[in-house]
């Protein structure tokens, strides 16, 4: 079947290219630096392409940059974190141009309800939403990094809050937050944010009318993803308490295991902060973050990966599907082969894109895996958590030759816009729309 890329979606990828861009060129001035010399440009392309695609992966120290430096890095993981939208805003915003029935489509998977009416009004209500989230984020972090002593508490409350919501996992810090291991409020209020990021624009939406009582229930794709979420983040934090209490939580107090242990379940799908090094992890730990990193967030919100749903879709059908039957019924429901598919393919492509950039990676950076300075499982954790757009890494990304970082940028640009592109499908050639080849009997399994 011959495919072609819609116009949107050109339009799409070149938005975000052309803001990694910019952002290289700025980030590839002397004011960005501590010392006045910039990092070579490769560096700087990574860091704008890593902080746009909300990946928060980083080639160089962070503590190279100025105060001026995070900020350009902030405004670009914004552009970033809703990168989709303000595509789809530029073209609302521009002369006398209508919204086309892919733009239309964009919206609504961001804030399904009056998509056809008002998209003008769900749009700003999604910036709107997501700028005062933030900013009583930026409240309550001030007060926590002002007392946990930072020198500069207002761009840590700010620049925390942003990366935290954008599920980017950027820190002013080189450690990140494990620093700030035992501190609560930071540590909670980061990961309120990261999982508020993650739920999408319609899920916190269905909930703020739900407590304004605009509406007596939330709809069923809301319940299905807080659903999930919740088991996840449970599930997970029990696993990380239960094999790294003698790990590599094994030094802290009870309060601060727990703390590790929440946060831990909950920065793998995409947001990428860490209270502990990912590499202090056992195999079993490791292993589990890896599948956690490769679920992600939720669809309609910033966060990356193949989604909490589309994950359990994927799961359920393949214990529970009927094949002979249209769809499986799930939560009351009947989920039709047409999500079904979709969700597969999302996944098989998404896997398949791992791969060849685990491949490539194996290949540039050869010389390091053979005298085992990078191990395999090091290569494959930094490229899963570079296309789930997540950030972890086991701390050899700045080890990387130039080669291999050209295949992180790619692969956290792929991860960023590819699945959204997946999730939309590609557009047939106009002969195609009126005839389907004869069925084929293939044997498999």
């Known amino acids: 079947m ?52 909300v990946t928060g992966l980083s080639s160089v120290s962070m503590d190279v940059y100025t105060s001026a430096g995070f900020i350009v890095i902030m405004i670009l993981i914004e552009l970033g974190g809703l990168g989709i939208i303000s595509f789809v805003s530029f073209y609302l915003i521009a002369p006398k141009r209508k919204m086309s029935l892919v733009n239309r489509s964009v919206v609504k998977d961001f804030f399904i309800e009056d998509v056809e009416i008002e998209p003008r009004r769900i749009l700003r209500s999604i910036v709107v939403l997501t700028l005062t989230l933030q900013f009583f984020g930026t409240c309550i972090l001030y007060s926590g990094f ?21 599920n980017a996992g950027f ?4 450690d ?32 703020g009318k739900v407590i304004f009582k605009k509406r007596h229930r939330i709809s069923y794709h809301s319940s299905v993803v807080l659903i999930v979420t919740a088991f996840l983040i449970v599930v997970s934090a029990l696993f990380y308490f239960i094999f790294e209490y003698n790990g590599a939580f094994e030094k802290m107090d009870l309060k601060s295991k727990v703390l590790s242990s929440f946060f831990q379940a909950i920065t793998p799908r995409t947001a990428g902060f860490e209270l502990v090094p990912q590499r202090s992890l056992s195999p079993i730990s490791g292993l589990f973050t890896l599948v956690l990193m490769f679920i992600g967030g939720s669809p309609g919100s910033v966060a990356g990966g193949v989604k909490t749903t589309t994950f359990l879709i994927v799961v359920l059908y393949a214990l529970r599907g009927n094949y002979e039957s249209n769809g499986f019924n799930m939560h009351h429901r009947n989920i039709g082969t047409g999500i079904i598919e979709k969700s597969f393919s999302i996944v098989a492509k998404s896997i398949m894109i791992i791969l060849g950039s685990l491949t490539l990676l194996l290949f540039t950076e050869q010389a390091h895996v053979l005298d ?25 990304t700045e080890t990387f030759s130039s080669a291999g ?23 047939r050639y106009e002969k195609e729309r009126y005839f389907e080849y004869p069925s084929a009997s293939i044997m498999i399994g």
């Open 176 to 207: 990140s937050l494990i620093r700030y291991s035992s501190n609560v409020v930071i540590g909670a209020t980061i990961s309120i944010l990261i999982v508020t990021g993650g739920l999408g624009f319609l899920v916190i939406n269905d909930i």
């Open 372 to 396: 085992g300075s990078i191990q395999f499982f090091d290569l494959l954790f930094e490229t899963v958590s570079a296309f789930s757009t997540v950030g972890l890494s086991q701390g050899i």
């Open 2 to 53: 011959r495919t072609q890329l819609s116009t949107d979606k050109v339009q799409l990828f070149a938005y975000f290219i052309f803001i990694s861009l910019t952002g290289s060129a700025v980030l590839s001035l002397p004011f960005a630096y501590k010392s006045g010399i910039p990092v070579p440009y490769i560096d700087a392309l990574f860091t704008a392409m890593s902080a746009v695609c």
């Open 146 to 166: 002002l007392l946990a002593g930072s020198s500069r508490p207002f761009l840590d409350a700010a620049f925390h809050s942003v990366s935290a919501f954008c």
């Open 405 to 427: 970082k050209v295949i992180l940028i790619l692969t956290m640009f792929i991860g960023r816009t590819g699945i959204f592109a997946m999730a939309l499908g590609y557009a």
């Open 171 to 174: 820190s002013t810090y080189t």
